[in-house]
C-alpha cells in the first residue's frame, strides 16, 4: 500500500472538481431518456419517518432513475436524471446518492427532490480505469474499488466528500481488489493472489490518509470469489467454497468459524441484522449469522432469472435488487424465514421504434408473460419525453409494427395482426386483431395493403403473406386463408420487407429477394442478390441495406428486375468484448440513414455511391457489451431519434447538437396531430 500526498492530490481534485463538466460540453447526441429494463447499481433512501416507504435510484445507462417506493407492489418513477456516461454503482447515505460513471467519474448527486435529482459536484480520476466499481460510505470519505484491466491503475480510491461540489481524492491504496466492505475502522478487501487463489486483506482506516495493514485471511481453493460484507469482529466472504464466516477479532491471527453451502451462480451479499442476505440467478435467500459459528438457510424466495451480475440495498425490511433485464426486484425480508417478491419496476426490452410528425412510439415486450406495450411520446413536451397515451396486449408474443396515418399496425410472431387507432395520441385503442400466418418477421404498408415478412431462423423457406387494408378496421388476408402465403425456399431467417411501388424487397439471412406485387393476388419473384439483409429502406430508385457483417449495403434498384450494388460502408472495429459488430436497423430521412449495429451511426447518402459517417453514438456501453443489445431498430423525426434495444430497452436521443439531417421524413404523422 502507498500513501500520496494530500495537498497535492487536494489541488489536483479540486481542479478537476472545479473545471467544466467535459463529458456533457457539446455532446451528440445527448439522451434524453431510457426505458429501465437493464438495471446497473442500486441505493435506497429511505422515507423521514422511518417507514418502509422512500425512494429507490438505480441505473438504466446513463439515466439515473428516481423510483417512489412507498408502496412496493406498484413502484412509480417520479423522476431521473441525465448523466454524461453509463452508470455503473450507486452508494446513499441522507439525501445524497454518489453515483459511478463511466470508468473514472464519481457525482455526487442531491436528491432531497426525488422528482428533479441535482448533480452538486463530481470528480473525474484520470489515470483510473474502473470496470465494476463497488463504492463504499465512512465518515466524510468515499472507498472505490474495482479490479480493473491489466495493465491500467486499480487499488482503492479514497475520496474527501465533505465538500460535496468539489470532492478531492485524498489517498489510494494499491492492490487488484475486486470487492470491499468496511465495518466501523476496518477496510475489508478481496483480492486475487499472484499464484491463484484469494486472500480478504484488512486495513485500519481511522485515518484515511494513513491507512495501516493489520492483516489477511488466505481463502480456501474453490474458485472466484465474489463478494464480501461485514459486522463488527466477523467478516463473511462469497466464494466458490461457499459463505465463510471468519472472525478477525485478533486481525493478526483471523480464523475461519463457520461456513454454508450457496449455490455457484449466487452474485452478491449484504450483512443486515444479523442475517446475510444473497442474490442468486434463479432466487433470493437469507442466511442467519446470529450464531457466526453456525449459520443456518433461514429463507428463500423465487425471483426472476438473471443471467448476470446484481446489486443490493437492504432497507427497512425490504430488499431492492438491481435486476440486468427486469429493472428493479422488491424482496420483503421483514420475516427472514419467508422472504417474498413483492414488487418490480420494469419498464420492458425494446422491441420495435417508429416516429410520425410530433411523436414517438416505442413497442416494449415483457418477458415471460408475453405482453406488449405501445407508448406514444409528445415530442413537444418541455423534457421532450413525455408519455401521451399507452397500449397495452395481452400475452400474445413478441412483436414488430410500423406507423400509417392514424393507425398502428402490431403484428405477433405468433400469428397475429393488430390494428391500433392512434387518432387520440392520449387514448390509443384496438380496434380489430386478425389472425395470420405464424412466424411474422416484419410489416410494411404500402397503397392500402400490408405486407408481412414470414420466416423463422431454423426454417429452409421464407415468405410473404399480403394484407388487403381498403378498410383499416376490416383488415383481409388476400386469398382468403390466414395460412397462405407466398413461399420462398432457399431463402433462409426472413427478417425485413419494404415496399416501393409495384415490387416488395424481402431481405433474409441468406438474400435479398425482389418481388412483383403489381398482382397482390399472384406475387412472384423477379431477382435476387447475394446478401445478408437484416433491414431495408427504400428511397427513390435506391434499397439501402443493413447487411449484418457487411454494415451498410447500397443497390440502384431503378431496374428493379437488374439491382446493382453502388455503394458500401463498412462497420467499424467491434466494440470491446465482440468479436463481431452487426448491421441490424435501418431509416432513411432526407439525405441520411440512421445504421443502428452496437452503434448508431448517421451517414450522408447525397451521393449513394459514396456514403460517410457523419456522427455516431455509442449505443452499447462497453459495461453491457453483449450482441444481443445492439441497435434493432431505429426511426427520427425532426431533431429527435428513437432506437430500440431489446434487453437494453428503447432510449431517446435528441440530436439537435449533431449535423443535422434535412427536415424531410418518410414515415407520415398521424392526421389530426
Given at each position: 500500500?502507498?500513501?500520496?500526498?494530500?495537498?497535492?492530490?487536494?489541488?489536483?481534485?479540486?481542479?478537476?472538481?472545479?473545471?467544466?463538466?467535459?463529458?456533457?460540453?457539446?455532446?451528440?447526441?445527448?439522451?434524453?431518456?431510457?426505458?429501465?429494463?437493464?438495471?446497473?447499481?442500486?441505493?435506497?433512501?429511505?422515507?423521514?419517518?422511518?417507514?418502509?416507504?422512500?425512494?429507490?435510484?438505480?441505473?438504466?445507462?446513463?439515466?439515473?432513475?428516481?423510483?417512489?417506493?412507498?408502496?412496493?407492489?406498484?413502484?412509480?418513477?417520479?423522476?431521473?436524471?441525465?448523466?454524461?456516461?453509463?452508470?455503473?454503482?450507486?452508494?446513499?447515505?441522507?439525501?445524497?446518492?454518489?453515483?459511478?460513471?463511466?470508468?473514472?467519474?464519481?457525482?455526487?448527486?442531491?436528491?432531497?427532490?426525488?422528482?428533479?435529482?441535482?448533480?452538486?459536484?463530481?470528480?473525474?480520476?484520470?489515470?483510473?480505469?474502473?470496470?465494476?466499481?463497488?463504492?463504499?460510505?465512512?465518515?466524510?470519505?468515499?472507498?472505490?474499488?474495482?479490479?480493473?484491466?491489466?495493465?491500467?491503475?486499480?487499488?482503492?480510491?479514497?475520496?474527501?466528500?465533505?465538500?460535496?461540489?468539489?470532492?478531492?481524492?485524498?489517498?489510494?491504496?494499491?492492490?487488484?481488489?475486486?470487492?470491499?466492505?468496511?465495518?466501523?475502522?476496518?477496510?475489508?478487501?478481496?483480492?486475487?493472489?499472484?499464484?491463484?487463489?484469494?486472500?480478504?486483506?484488512?486495513?485500519?482506516?481511522?485515518?484515511?490518509?494513513?491507512?495501516?495493514?493489520?492483516?489477511?485471511?488466505?481463502?480456501?481453493?474453490?474458485?472466484?470469489?465474489?463478494?464480501?460484507?461485514?459486522?463488527?469482529?466477523?467478516?463473511?466472504?462469497?466464494?466458490?467454497?461457499?459463505?465463510?464466516?471468519?472472525?478477525?477479532?485478533?486481525?493478526?491471527?483471523?480464523?475461519?468459524?463457520?461456513?454454508?453451502?450457496?449455490?455457484?451462480?449466487?452474485?452478491?451479499?449484504?450483512?443486515?441484522?444479523?442475517?446475510?442476505?444473497?442474490?442468486?440467478?434463479?432466487?433470493?435467500?437469507?442466511?442467519?449469522?446470529?450464531?457466526?459459528?453456525?449459520?443456518?438457510?433461514?429463507?428463500?424466495?423465487?425471483?426472476?432469472?438473471?443471467?448476470?451480475?446484481?446489486?443490493?440495498?437492504?432497507?427497512?425490511?425490504?430488499?431492492?435488487?438491481?435486476?440486468?433485464?427486469?429493472?428493479?426486484?422488491?424482496?420483503?425480508?421483514?420475516?427472514?424465514?419467508?422472504?417474498?417478491?413483492?414488487?418490480?419496476?420494469?419498464?420492458?426490452?425494446?422491441?420495435?421504434?417508429?416516429?410520425?410528425?410530433?411523436?414517438?412510439?416505442?413497442?416494449?415486450?415483457?418477458?415471460?408473460?408475453?405482453?406488449?406495450?405501445?407508448?406514444?411520446?409528445?415530442?413537444?413536451?418541455?423534457?421532450?419525453?413525455?408519455?401521451?397515451?399507452?397500449?397495452?396486449?395481452?400475452?400474445?408474443?413478441?412483436?414488430?409494427?410500423?406507423?400509417?396515418?392514424?393507425?398502428?399496425?402490431?403484428?405477433?410472431?405468433?400469428?397475429?395482426?393488430?390494428?391500433?387507432?392512434?387518432?387520440?395520441?392520449?387514448?390509443?385503442?384496438?380496434?380489430?386483431?386478425?389472425?395470420?400466418?405464424?412466424?411474422?418477421?416484419?410489416?410494411?404498408?404500402?397503397?392500402?395493403?400490408?405486407?408481412?415478412?414470414?420466416?423463422?431462423?431454423?426454417?429452409?423457406?421464407?415468405?410473404?403473406?399480403?394484407?388487403?387494408?381498403?378498410?383499416?378496421?376490416?383488415?383481409?388476408?388476400?386469398?382468403?386463408?390466414?395460412?397462405?402465403?407466398?413461399?420462398?425456399?432457399?431463402?433462409?431467417?426472413?427478417?425485413?420487407?419494404?415496399?416501393?411501388?409495384?415490387?416488395?424487397?424481402?431481405?433474409?439471412?441468406?438474400?435479398?429477394?425482389?418481388?412483383?406485387?403489381?398482382?397482390?393476388?399472384?406475387?412472384?419473384?423477379?431477382?435476387?442478390?447475394?446478401?445478408?439483409?437484416?433491414?431495408?429502406?427504400?428511397?427513390?430508385?435506391?434499397?439501402?441495406?443493413?447487411?449484418?457483417?457487411?454494415?451498410?449495403?447500397?443497390?440502384?434498384?431503378?431496374?428493379?428486375?437488374?439491382?446493382?450494388?453502388?455503394?458500401?460502408?463498412?462497420?467499424?472495429?467491434?466494440?470491446?468484448?465482440?468479436?463481431?459488430?452487426?448491421?441490424?436497423?435501418?431509416?432513411?430521412?432526407?439525405?441520411?440513414?440512421?445504421?443502428?449495429?452496437?452503434?448508431?451511426?448517421?451517414?450522408?447518402?447525397?451521393?449513394?455511391?459514396?456514403?460517410?459517417?457523419?456522427?455516431?453514438?455509442?449505443a452499447v456501453p462497453w459495461v453491457y457489451s453483449y450482441d444481443f443489445f445492439h441497435v434493432t431498430a431505429v426511426a427520427a423525426t425532426g431533431?429527435?431519434?428513437?432506437?430500440?434495444?431489446?434487453?437494453?430497452?428503447?432510449?431517446?436521443?435528441?440530436?439537435?447538437?449533431?449535423?443535422?439531417?434535412?427536415?424531410?421524413?418518410?414515415?407520415?404523422?398521424?392526421?389530426?396531430?
Amino acid at each position: 500500500m502507498t500513501r500520496h500526498l494530500a495537498a497535492v492530490l487536494a489541488v489536483l481534485g479540486a481542479l478537476v472538481s472545479a473545471s467544466p463538466d467535459r463529458a456533457s460540453a457539446g455532446r451528440c447526441p445527448i439522451v434524453v431518456d431510457r426505458t429501465l429494463s437493464f438495471a446497473i447499481g442500486i441505493a435506497v433512501v429511505p422515507a423521514d419517518d422511518g417507514s418502509s416507504g422512500g425512494y429507490a435510484f438505480t441505473g438504466a445507462g446513463e439515466v439515473l432513475k428516481a423510483v417512489d417506493v412507498s408502496d412496493p407492489a406498484s413502484p412509480i418513477l417520479v423522476g431521473r436524471l441525465v448523466l454524461p456516461d453509463t452508470i455503473t454503482a450507486i452508494a446513499a447515505r441522507g439525501s445524497r446518492l454518489y453515483v459511478w460513471t463511466g470508468t473514472r467519474s464519481l457525482r455526487i448527486i442531491d436528491v432531497r427532490a426525488p422528482e428533479s435529482p441535482r448533480q452538486m459536484g463530481w470528480i473525474d480520476l484520470m489515470d483510473l480505469n474502473i470496470e465494476f466499481p463497488t463504492i463504499r460510505l465512512a465518515g466524510r470519505h468515499a472507498f472505490v474499488s474495482s479490479c480493473a484491466p491489466l495493465g491500467t491503475p486499480s487499488g482503492v480510491r479514497v475520496i474527501d466528500v465533505g465538500d460535496p461540489t468539489a470532492p478531492v481524492e485524498v489517498a489510494r491504496y494499491d492492490g487488484d481488489y475486486l470487492n470491499i466492505a468496511i465495518s466501523g475502522d476496518t477496510l475489508y478487501a478481496l483480492r486475487p493472489e499472484p499464484e491463484g487463489g484469494w486472500q480478504v486483506d484488512f486495513v485500519d482506516v481511522s485515518d484515511p490518509m494513513d491507512p495501516t495493514a493489520l492483516g489477511s485471511y488466505r481463502l480456501p481453493a474453490g474458485g472466484w470469489a465474489r463478494d464480501v460484507t461485514a459486522d463488527g469482529s466477523f467478516v463473511y466472504v462469497l466464494s466458490g467454497a461457499g459463505l465463510q464466516v471468519i472472525d478477525v477479532s485478533h486481525p493478526t491471527a483471523p480464523i475461519e468459524v463457520g461456513s454454508i453451502d450457496i449455490p455457484s451462480w449466487v452474485w452478491n451479499i449484504e450483512y443486515f441484522n444479523g442475517h446475510v442476505f444473497a442474490h442468486a440467478s434463479t432466487h433470493f435467500e437469507i442466511i442467519d449469522v446470529r450464531d457466526p459459528y453456525n449459520p443456518v438457510r433461514s429463507g428463500i424466495c423465487e425471483t426472476p432469472y438473471i443471467y448476470d451480475h446484481s446489486e443490493m440495498a437492504i432497507s427497512a425490511g425490504r430488499a431492492y435488487i438491481s435486476h440486468r433485464s427486469r429493472g428493479i426486484v422488491i424482496v420483503d425480508v421483514s420475516d427472514p424465514s419467508d422472504p417474498s417478491m413483492i414488487g418490480q419496476l420494469f419498464e420492458g426490452w425494446g422491441a420495435d421504434v417508429a416516429a410520425a410528425g410530433y411523436y414517438g412510439f416505442q413497442l416494449q415486450f415483457f418477458p415471460p408473460s408475453s405482453f406488449v406495450r405501445m407508448s406514444i411520446t409528445d415530442l413537444r413536451s418541455p423534457n421532450g419525453c413525455t408519455e401521451a397515451g399507452r397500449y397495452e396486449t395481452g400475452p400474445r408474443g413478441y412483436a414488430q409494427f410500423t406507423v400509417s396515418g392514424n393507425f398502428a399496425f402490431i403484428i405477433f410472431d405468433s400469428g397475429e395482426l393488430a390494428v391500433v387507432d392512434i387518432s387520440d395520441s392520449s387514448g390509443p385503442h384496438e380496434i380489430n386483431i386478425i389472425e395470420t400466418t405464424s412466424g411474422l418477421r416484419d410489416i410494411a404498408i404500402a397503397d392500402g395493403y400490408a405486407y408481412l415478412a414470414i420466416g423463422s431462423p431454423g426454417d429452409i423457406c421464407s415468405g410473404l403473406q399480403i394484407v388487403d387494408l381498403s378498410d383499416p378496421t376490416r383488415p383481409e388476408v388476400v386469398g382468403g386463408d390466414p395460412h397462405e402465403y407466398f413461399e420462398i425456399c432457399d431463402l433462409q431467417g426472413s427478417k425485413s420487407i419494404a415496399v416501393s411501388g409495384s415490387h416488395a424487397f424481402l431481405g433474409a439471412t441468406s438474400a435479398l429477394v425482389v418481388i412483383d406485387i403489381s398482382d397482390p393476388t399472384a406475387p412472384y419473384e423477379v431477382a435476387r442478390m447475394a446478401t445478408r439483409a437484416d433491414a431495408i429502406a427504400i428511397q427513390r430508385s435506391y434499397a439501402y441495406v443493413a447487411a449484418g457483417e457487411h454494415g451498410l449495403r447500397i443497390f440502384d434498384m431503378s431496374v428493379p428486375t437488374a439491382p446493382q450494388l453502388v455503394g458500401t460502408l463498412p462497420l467499424p472495429e467491434a466494440p470491446w468484448g465482440q468479436d463481431q459488430d452487426t448491421a441490424e436497423a435501418i431509416s432513411v430521412v432526407g439525405s441520411h440513414v440512421y445504421l443502428g449495429s452496437s452503434r448508431l451511426q448517421v451517414i450522408d447518402i447525397s451521393d449513394p455511391t459514396r456514403p460517410r459517417v457523419l456522427w455516431h453514438y455509442s449505443a452499447v456501453p462497453w459495461v453491457y457489451s453483449y450482441d444481443f443489445f445492439h441497435v434493432t431498430a431505429v426511426a427520427a423525426t425532426g431533431t429527435t431519434a428513437f432506437l430500440a434495444q431489446g434487453g437494453l430497452g428503447s432510449v431517446i436521443l435528441d440530436t439537435s447538437a449533431c449535423r443535422q439531417p434535412r427536415s424531410e421524413n418518410r414515415r407520415t404523422r398521424p392526421e389530426g396531430h
